[in-house]
């Protein structure tokens, strides 16, 4: 799998997931009463990496240039991401030096999160094959990478789920959520 590329439409997928963000938004806009409203949601991978491609174009990603997805069950989570090691080397030229890379290329990530208290924790899974340190390396990255996004994600620590979720998890392709 590669770092999607997809064309950069309002296709189908992009509106399934702006009308779950959207009742997800109202949800949490009028008071989270979840004796009156539940927001339950079930989004296939192939509408998250379309949105992924949308939301990419219309609100650039620093150092991020394209990213895909695969969903695996018990929230695994195959990432492709082309990342720019130039940008990147401007902020933190430690991990393009440590990883031997330079300009765009694709990074492959496969991670587990967990859910808990409304908050979600990730893991990034070792490597088959590579050693420990490739592993940290791209935990570093993948930290990193989040800090320098406008919502300044801290992945070393819980982060909250937005609009009032309270659950989050994958099957086989499907992304699944409720408040």
Do not use: C
Request: glycine share 6%; charged share 20%; aromatic share 8%.
């Amino acid at each position: 799998m590669e770092a999607s590329r997809m064309p950069v439409v309002r296709s189908e997928g992009v509106v399934r997931v702006q009308n779950t963000l959207a009742a997800l938004e109202q949800f949490d806009q009028t008071g989270r009463k979840r004796e009156l409203q539940q927001v339950y949601f079930e989004l296939p991978e192939s509408d998250f990496n379309e949105y992924l491609a949308y939301s990419l174009h219309t609100v650039p990603r620093p150092g991020v240039e394209a990213a895909g997805i695969k969903l695996h069950a018990q929230n695994h989570v195959s990432v492709n991401v082309l990342v720019n090691f130039d940008r990147i080397a401007d902020w933190a030229p430690i991990i393009p030096s440590l990883l031997h890379l330079s300009g765009k290329q694709v990074i492959g990530l496969n991670f587990v999160f967990a859910v808990q208290d409304a908050a979600v924790t990730f893991q990034v899974a070792e490597p088959a094959g590579k050693e420990p340190m490739m592993g940290r390396a791209l935990q570093t990255l993948l930290h990193l990478l989040a800090l320098h996004q406008p919502e300044r994600y801290d992945t070393s620590k819980p982060i909250p789920l937005p609009y009032g979720l309270r659950r989050l998890s994958t099957t086989n392709g499907m992304l699944v959520g409720s408040t």
